[in-house]
């Protein structure tokens, strides 16, 4: 039997915002993890700072990853701060007004237990208060750069080799076409 009951995943009509839920049902009582993925287009403006606040109270997501924040993980450390958000932070500066990387958690839902930062990829490993299954997220934001195509993907197959037994969830913007 899965450890889950199911995996579902909504689009909104907001470009780049992602809503997962994860169901747990192998414990006494069924725990729902909510992962949001969005690109935000940078958080420089106090309307998008309060956006953030509105999409956290609307959504009450367990972990948030967020993309092209084109700030530093202490600037948006100050954010949450500010903003009164109750959620923990880990994320990669910008490169000057160019991308920045964050994953966002409830603490009171979410335990965080260890991290993986390697280039463009962000990594965590946590699990529900009161579950004993841990769940790996993966933050990912690669520019459009083709010649830097090959190590990212290698990067994110050495980072499912660390852990490749716990379940995975990535979302981020992996500026890539596929092709068939």
Partial sequence: MKPYKQLEKYWSTQAGL??????????????KMIVISWNIRGLNSKGKQRY??????????????IQE?????QQLEGIIKKQKIQYEVMGQDANGTAGGLAILWNPEEVLF????????????????T??????LISGVYRPHIPRDRKKFLKDLQATRRIFPEIPWIVGGDFNM????
Avoid: C
């Fill in 18 to 31: 992602y809503l997962y839920q994860r169901y747990f049902n192998n414990h006494p009582k069924s725990y």
């Fill in 52 to 65: 953030l606040k509105e999409r956290i109270k609307k959504d009450k997501p367990s972990i948030m990853i």
């Fill in 130 to 135: 009161g579950s004993a299954e841990w769940i």
């Fill in 177 to 180: 076409i596929r092709t068939t």
């Fill in 69 to 73: 924040t084109k700030i530093s993980s």
């Fill in 113 to 128: 237990e260890n991290w993986i930062n390697s280039p463009k990829i962000l990594t965590g490993l946590f699990r529900m």
